[in-house]
């Protein structure tokens, strides 16, 4: 595993926004002949060459959302075709919402793209959130077997988690991305300018899962974070891009070791069963993806504690780095313990009928992905948690 040195203590100095020379940081996710680099920096998309090198053949096609499109659409193309005129760019501006994460929507794409006779040398390129990445990566890793692919995120979220990995999909009608494939991008281009237009909780949601890296691996990393989190909150483009740069670290060293998720991949779902259970319960859409997650981190920590596994100081510096990113630390007060129960007995991670659970064991920094653990402890955490 290659990783870009890091520098734990402080944050990275990253220059102004408008140095359109600025050198990028750059994390390589190492796995063989499928190696792939994610560059970080602010001022990115003005540095065509950047995107350029990683485009095959000379016709790509852009998809984003209606949000998206207006502010960034033209910069990508201009990046695309910046001194290469023989590159022709398409475009499909799809609508914006995880709603449309489905079959009908990747449809469109595959319209789009037979209708405009694109061949298997062209590009697909992922401008936007999760959903886009997600969706695009899909389309990518489908239209006439494979097609090359480069992500271009633009949320917390996607830009620490989501665009790194090779995870892509769409979501089925009975649940959340259960149609999808291992596909990686060329490259991804983190331009961490384009943080200033997401909406506050946009950006917390996605810090939720910057705050699970430090939990499940990284110690040092939460560290940075207890000092940090006012400066992330106030997006600070310096502290922003190390904790970016530190995320895709933590998130490309345990792919390129475990890429299909046979074990170790799991660790990143700490607080993801409880999550999933809120979100489910709940309704997708009232509450963020990390929102859900935040307050089932603080389940997994808890029922941690009651599992006698960590010590309180871990339970209470987790309330208090999630409470600092403003984001919430119990379920929806609507949740029963039977929801959780209903939607956690048909999650994927049951296994002979024990559910396998993320929890943290040891000092901070240390997890395990485990369904050996007293049955009392959970139920206790539910019903803590549930009216
Ligand atoms: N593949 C994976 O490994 C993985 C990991 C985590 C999450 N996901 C998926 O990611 C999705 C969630 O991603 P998300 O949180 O990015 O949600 P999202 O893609 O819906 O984006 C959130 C909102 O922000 C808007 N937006 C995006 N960039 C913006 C910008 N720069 N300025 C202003 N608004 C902007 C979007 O249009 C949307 O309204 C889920 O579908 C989830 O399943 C996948
Ligand atoms: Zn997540």
Not at 276 to 290: C, D, K
Not at 322 to 351: G, N, R, Y
Request: proline residues 4%; contains cysteine; aromatic residues 6%.
């Amino acid at each position: 595993m290659k990783v870009s040195a890091t520098s734990a203590a402080q944050v990275v100095a990253q220059p102004p926004s408008n140095t359109t020379s600025a050198v990028p940081t750059i994390v390589d996710v190492d796995l063989g002949d499928r190696s792939y680099p994610i560059y970080i920096g602010s001022g990115l998309l003005d540095q065509p060459h950047l995107l350029q090198k990683h485009v095959h053949g000379k016709r790509v096609l852009v998809l984003t959302n209606t949000t998206v499109a207006p502010t960034y659409l033209d910069k990508v193309v201009s990046a695309l075709t910046h001194g290469n005129p023989n590159v022709s760019v398409e475009s499909v501006i799809l609508p914006d919402g995880e709603k449309y994460k489905n079959m009908d929507t990747l449809m469109k794409v595959f319209d789009k793209a037979i209708e405009s006779r694109l061949d298997r040398r062209c590009t697909f390129v992922a401008l936007g959130g999760g959903v886009i990445g997600d969706m695009c990566g899909f389309a990518a890793a489908a239209f006439l077997r494979g097609v090359n692919f480069i992500q271009i995120p633009t949320t917390v979220m996607a830009q620490v988690d989501s665009s790194v990995g090779g995870k892509t999909g769409i979501n089925h009608r009975l649940g959340k991305n259960l149609i999808g494939a291992f596909y990686q991008p060329e490259c991804v281009l983190i331009d961490t300018d384009t943080l200033n237009t997401l909406p506050e909780r946009e950006l917390a949601s996605g810090l939720a899962e910057v705050i699970k890296y430090g939990l499940i691996r990284d110690a040092e990393f939460f560290e940075w974070q207890e000092k940090n989190m006012p400066a992330l909150m106030a997006r600070d483009p310096n502290a922003l891009a190390y904790a970016i740069k530190r995320s895709c670290e933590n998130k490309a060293e345990v792919v390129s070791l475990d890429e299909k998720e046979s074990g170790l991949r799991a660790t990143l779902n700490l607080g993801h069963t409880f999550g999933h259970a809120i979100e489910t319960g709940f309704g997708y859409g009232q509450w963020l993806h990390g929102e859900a997650v935040a307050a089932g981190m603080v389940m997994a920590v808890d029922m941690s504690y009651r599992l006698g596994w960590i010590d309180d100081s871990i339970v209470k510096r987790t309330l208090d780095i999630l409470q600092a990113a403003k984001l919430p630390i119990t379920p929806p007060e609507t949740m029963t313990v039977e929801m959780f129960k209903s939607v956690m007995a048909v999650d994927k991670k049951v296994a002979d009928g024990l559910l396998r659970l993320i929890l943290l064991k040891g000092p901070l920094g240390n997890c395990v992905f485990t369904g050996d653990y007293d049955r009392k402890a959970l139920d206790e955490t539910l019903h803590a948690f549930c009216k």
